[in-house]
């Protein structure tokens, strides 16, 4: 089999990659290792920012997205009992549209099979060849037969333990790492969302975060430490634990039931530089990891996408290396500024075990001026609505 573009991973990055260079007219094979009811089945980011909406858009696949997707025009903080609105629309002009990654995923799955795109679900052994010459190719294993997909380029889309970062030398890429000291209890549930907007609650106990899907879903999370087991938590216990690390007025508010889903993810910052090799480019979170406090995983990966259509669209209509040179600058460029709001954002939300009293404290501060000064709120709100894509 040849293609243009050969996309490792069928997550939203390969999945939106694929769709922008079709509406181009570039033909792209997209490879996977997982089902596409496994792909569908992982519940992860929850708020796209409005570039993000708008390369949907362009893709072809925002309809659904258009009716269904919640407009956010601010976010609330709670912090010694007290909630306090940040009004991203007021002081920035921008929104956020409240829409799962499970909803982008299906919809961007449907709108390629509607239009007949070769995607290889449950390959085996995937690996990547010949990115530093002449003949890139991936090889894959299904069915019982070894198989190759020749290309111009590889596109890595395959996650934070994909195969693509792992296939260039070490002596060639950079690696930036930050690990913190706990992780996220995270629960689906059939239930209304206890505000309109989401609430992120700093608490002597740990953060809490009131998150939703729909006006009928809520997706709730607990700052967990990183022995916790998701065993360990009833839903019972789970809700107890939510209302105590929310104001009074919001915990009496909390509609609870049975989850749909329960699980624990790791908090960490990463950053692999640069992100080409020959003809191997790495998008999304198979070239960065950010927490989620800040709800920038899946908009990077759309905006890493975004600069890499265009650089390949470039590349074959113009024939100018221009965009897909810049590549690796453009998105990095972004993808600092985002770790760097998801890492200050993590640190001024959660119980840290080895600051103490002085740094609960300074959080405590910090949280005061934000919420009292404008210039403060208006950093925290252009940074969650989205910095712009140059
Ligand atoms: P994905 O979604 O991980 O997709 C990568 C795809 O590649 C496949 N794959 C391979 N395919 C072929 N060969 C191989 N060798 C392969 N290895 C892997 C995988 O099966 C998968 O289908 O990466 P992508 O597309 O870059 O998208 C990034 C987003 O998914 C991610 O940034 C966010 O979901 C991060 N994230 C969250 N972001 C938020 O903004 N808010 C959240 O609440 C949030 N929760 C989360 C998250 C990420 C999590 N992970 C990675 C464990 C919760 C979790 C648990
Ligand atoms: C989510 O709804 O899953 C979500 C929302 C905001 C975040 C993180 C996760 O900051």
């Known amino acids: 089999m040849r293609t243009q573009v050969a996309i490792v991973g069928a997550g939203p990055a390969g999945l939106l990659l694929g769709a922008l260079l079709?509406?181009?007219?570039?033909?792209?094979?997209?490879?996977?290792?997982?089902?596409?009811?496994?792909?569908?089945?992982?519940?992860?980011?929850?708020?796209?920012?409005?570039?993000?909406?708008?390369?949907?858009?362009?893709?072809?696949?925002?309809?659904?997205?258009?009716?269904?997707?919640?407009p956010h025009d601010g976010t609330e903080l709670a912090f010694d009992g007290q909630l306090h609105r940040i009004d991203f629309f007021g002081l920035t002009g921008?929104?956020?549209?409240?829409?799962?990654?499970?909803?982008?995923?299906?919809?961007?799955?449907?709108?390629?099979?509607?239009?007949?795109?070769?995607?290889?679900?449950?390959?085996?052994?995937?690996?990547?060849?010949?990115?530093?010459?002449?003949?890139?190719?991936?090889?894959?294993?299904?069915?019982?037969?070894?198989?190759?997909?020749?290309?111009?380029?590889?596109?890595?889309?395959?996650?934070?333990?994909?195969?693509?970062?792992?296939?260039?030398p070490a002596c060639a890429i950079a690696i930036f790492e930050k690990v913190y000291p706990f992780g996220w209890l995270g629960i689906l549930a059939d239930v209304p969302p206890v505000r309109h907007e989401l609430v992120y609650a700093n608490h002597e106990r740990g953060f809490a975060?009131?998150?939703?899907?729909?006006?009928?879903?809520?997706?709730?999370?607990?700052?967990?430490?990183?022995?916790?087991?998701?065993?360990?938590?009833?839903?019972?216990?789970?809700?107890?634990?939510?209302?105590?690390?929310?104001?009074?007025?919001?915990?009496?508010?909390?509609?609870?039931?049975?989850?749909?889903?329960?699980?624990?993810?790791?908090?960490?910052?990463?950053?692999?530089?640069?992100?080409?090799?020959?003809?191997?480019?790495?998008?999304?979170?198979?070239?960065?990891?950010?927490?989620?406090?800040?709800?920038?995983?899946?908009?990077?990966?759309?905006?890493?996408?975004?600069?890499?259509?265009?650089?390949?669209?470039e590349h074959y209509r113009d024939k100018s290396p221009a965009g897909i040179d810049a590549y690796s600058q453009r998105c990095l460029a972004r993808i600092w500024k985002a770790e760097r709001f998801s890492w200050w954002f993590t640190s001024l939300m959660h119980k840290f075990p080895e600051t103490g009293a002085f740094g609960q404290k300074m959080q405590h501060a910090e949280l005061e001026y934000l919420v009292g000064s404008k210039a403060a709120s208006t950093a925290l709100a252009e940074n969650y609505v989205g910095l712009p894509i140059r």
């Not at 094979?29 to 390369?55: D, F, K, M, N």
């Open 209 to 313: 975060l009131c998150s939703q899907r729909s006006r009928t879903r809520s997706r709730y999370y607990l700052q967990t430490s990183l022995t916790d087991k998701v065993e360990n938590w009833s839903d019972a216990a789970f809700w107890d634990e939510l209302r105590l690390r929310l104001p009074a007025e919001v915990a009496q508010q909390v509609t609870t039931g049975a989850s749909i889903e329960k699980s624990i993810a790791p908090l960490r910052s990463f950053v692999a530089e640069p992100m080409r090799f020959g003809t191997l480019f790495l998008a999304g979170d198979a070239a960065h990891i950010v927490p989620p406090t800040g709800a920038k995983g899946l908009n990077l990966a759309a905006s890493d996408v975004g600069y890499l259509s265009q650089g390949l669209i």
């Open 22 to 70: 079709h509406q181009a007219g570039i033909d792209a094979v997209i490879i996977e290792q997982r089902s596409a009811e496994y792909v569908l089945g992982r519940i992860r980011a929850g708020v796209l920012e409005q570039t993000t909406v708008a390369l949907l858009e362009q893709a072809g696949v925002a309809e659904r997205l258009r009716r269904e997707g919640l």
């Open 94 to 168: 921008r929104r956020v549209t409240v829409y799962g990654q499970t909803e982008v995923t299906q919809d961007l799955m449907q709108a390629r099979a509607a239009a007949g795109l070769t995607t290889v679900y449950e390959a085996e052994n995937v690996s990547v060849h010949g990115f530093d010459g002449a003949a890139p190719h991936v090889r894959y294993h299904q069915a019982g037969r070894d198989l190759e997909l020749a290309c111009d380029f590889i596109a890595g889309c395959d996650g934070y333990h994909g195969v693509s970062r792992a296939s260039v």
